[in-house]
């Protein structure tokens, strides 16, 4: 009888072990929500189609940095025909928040805060709060 109850409590426990990511997951329910990223109101289209912005936007900046800076390049034109200046502070953030779009993205998915605000001025912060 002793050993029985020590065979099960074995086997109890190696089954709570082995399906805890599973009620683990629902206890914590509220940290797997997607970030809450407020989109610019009167705006439908990004400079190019979400799906490539979502996965590539930071190589779309770095080039825009480059066209920018190496060769005296501007203007960028988008898939719907519409035309940027290619610039992080004054398109990016003209349309985005960078608190409540940026961060709250690249915190959720545990993305080192890029640097680039080092240099490049965040209009929402200089007018010190939320628009
Ligand atoms: C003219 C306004 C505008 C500008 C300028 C703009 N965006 Fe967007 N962006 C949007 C809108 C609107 C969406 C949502 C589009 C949709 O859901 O179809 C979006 C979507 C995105 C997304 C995807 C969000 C998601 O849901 O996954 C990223 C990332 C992004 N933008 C980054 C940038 C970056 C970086 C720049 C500068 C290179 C930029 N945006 C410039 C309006 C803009
Ligand atoms: C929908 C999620 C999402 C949103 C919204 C988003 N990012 Fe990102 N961003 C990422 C992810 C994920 C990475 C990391 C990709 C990697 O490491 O390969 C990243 C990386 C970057 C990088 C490269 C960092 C580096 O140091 O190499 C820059 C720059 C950047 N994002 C700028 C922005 C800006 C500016 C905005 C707002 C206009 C923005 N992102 C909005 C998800 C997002
Ligand atoms: C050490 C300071 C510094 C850092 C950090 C930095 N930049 Fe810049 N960036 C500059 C300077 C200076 C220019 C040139 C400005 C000009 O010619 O008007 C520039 C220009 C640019 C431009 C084109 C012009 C504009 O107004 O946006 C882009 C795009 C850009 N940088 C993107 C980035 C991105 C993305 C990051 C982060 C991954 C970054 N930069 C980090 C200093 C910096």
Same mark, same amino acid.
């Given at each position: 009888?002793?050993?029985?109850?020590?065979?099960?409590?074995?086997?109890?426990?190696?089954?709570?072990?082995?399906?805890?990511?599973?009620?683990?997951?629902?206890?914590?329910?509220? +940290? &797997?929500?997607?970030?809450? /990223?407020?989109?610019?109101?009167? $705006?439908?289209? =990004?400079?190019?189609?979400?799906? %490539? #912005?979502?996965?590539?936007?930071?190589?779309?900046?770095?080039?825009?940095?480059?066209?920018?800076?190496?060769?005296?390049?501007?203007?960028?034109?988008?898939?719907?025909?519409?035309?940027?200046?290619? +610039? &992080?502070?004054?398109?990016? /953030?003209?349309?985005?928040?960078? $608190?409540?779009? =940026?961060?709250?993205?690249?915190? %959720? #998915?545990?993305?080192?805060?890029?640097?680039?605000?080092?240099?490049?001025?965040?209009?929402?912060?200089?007018?010190?709060?939320?628009?």
């Amino acid at each position: 009888m002793r050993k029985k109850i020590g065979i099960l409590a074995v086997l109890l426990g190696f089954f709570i072990l082995v399906t805890f990511p599973l009620w683990h997951s629902v206890g914590m329910r509220h +940290s &797997l929500e997607p970030p809450n /990223l407020v989109l610019p109101a009167n $705006q439908k289209n =990004c400079v190019m189609p979400v799906a %490539y #912005m979502r996965s590539s936007h930071m190589f779309l900046l770095l080039n825009w940095r480059e066209l920018v800076v190496r060769h005296d390049q501007h203007t960028f034109r988008s898939f719907d025909g519409k035309s940027y200046n290619m +610039s &992080l502070t004054g398109t990016c /953030l003209g349309c985005h928040n960078k $608190q409540q779009f =940026c961060d709250r993205c690249h915190t %959720y #998915m545990g993305v080192q805060t890029p640097n680039c605000f080092n240099c490049h001025v965040d209009p929402m912060a200089l007018r010190g709060g939320m628009r």
